[in-house]
């Protein structure tokens, strides 16, 4: 069995900074790309950032220069760095990881349990 818990939200006034994390436990082989969507009241879930095995980085163009993502393939984590946080920040925001559970087995996406951000003076 697979757990993603995500930590690191709350309230955070606009210009202000928060640091995600979410740790991968269980029975796991390896880790593939991890990510972070996020999903607003009344609105589809939306991609945030995402980084692969070898460190490589995408955005959305709205947190592009504020947002940093990484991880820690030793600890099987991955953090978002958020700064100049937004009103338009404000979200549920939800770890992702595609993991392989057993060599030879395709990958899966497992989600964590979401953890608020909001952004608000």
């Known amino acids: 069995q697979v757990q993603l818990v995500e930590s690191g939200g709350g309230l955070v006034q606009p210009g202000g900074s928060l640091r995600l994390s979410c740790a991968a436990s269980?029975?796991?082989?390896?880790?593939?790309?991890m990510g972070w969507y996020r999903q607003a009241p009344g609105k589809q879930s939306t991609l945030v950032a995402r980084?692969?095995?070898?460190?490589?980085?995408n955005y959305a163009d709205s947190v592009k220069g504020r947002f940093t993502i990484s991880r820690d393939n030793v600890k099987n984590t991955v953090y978002l760095q958020m700064n100049s946080l937004k009103p338009e920040d404000t979200a549920v925001y939800y770890c992702n990881a595609k993991i392989q559970v057993r060599r030879g087995w395709l990958s899966s996406d497992y989600w964590g349990q979401g953890t608020q951000v909001t952004v608000s003076s």
């Open positions: 980084i692969t095995t070898g460190g490589d980085t």
């Open positions: 269980g029975s796991i082989f390896s880790i593939n790309a």
